[in-house]
Nanobody, 123 residues
Framework: QEQLVESGGGLVQAGGSLRLSCAAS????????MGWFRQAPGKEREIVAS???????YYEASMKGRFTISRDNAKNTLYLQMNSLKPEDTAVYYC?????????????????WGQGTLVTVSE
């Protein structure tokens, strides 16, 4: 069956960097729109970034200039490079996918979800 597995989370000091990965078992990964979402304690899930099958990208305003979403279709893998991390970035980060032509930015439209990976940013 289709499966997404995140990795790369952990504890990092403010100003540091992390790279998250999402390995996808979907058969037609090249035709999937993918996204990263996060959920902090006591807050609703929010979009971080998304990417279309052909590389068009969307970023939430607070992530622009700090985070970069990318994909390697040959490896069926999605990435999120996070730089200049802040304590407010602390959250569980999820990857998600759906078979779609263009960008998808609404959580309810994504069909497949990973289990999440925790990112903690200290002062």
């Amino acid at each position: 069956q289709e499966q997404l597995v995140e990795s790369g989370g952990g504890l990092v000091q403010a100003g540091g960097s992390l790279r998250l990965s999402c390995a996808a078992s979907v058969i037609t990964f090249s035709n999937y729109a993918m996204g990263w979402f996060r959920q902090a304690p006591g807050k609703e899930r929010e979009i971080v970034a998304s990417i279309s099958f052909n590389g068009n990208t969307y970023y939430e305003a607070s992530m622009k200039g700090r985070f970069t979403i990318s994909r390697d279709n040959a490896k069926n893998t999605l990435y999120l490079q996070m730089n200049s991390l802040k304590p407010e970035d602390t959250a569980v980060y999820y990857c998600a996918g759906v078979n779609a032509w263009g960008l998808v930015t609404t959580a309810s439209r994504f069909r497949y979800w990973g289990q999440g990976t925790l990112v903690t940013v200290s002062e």
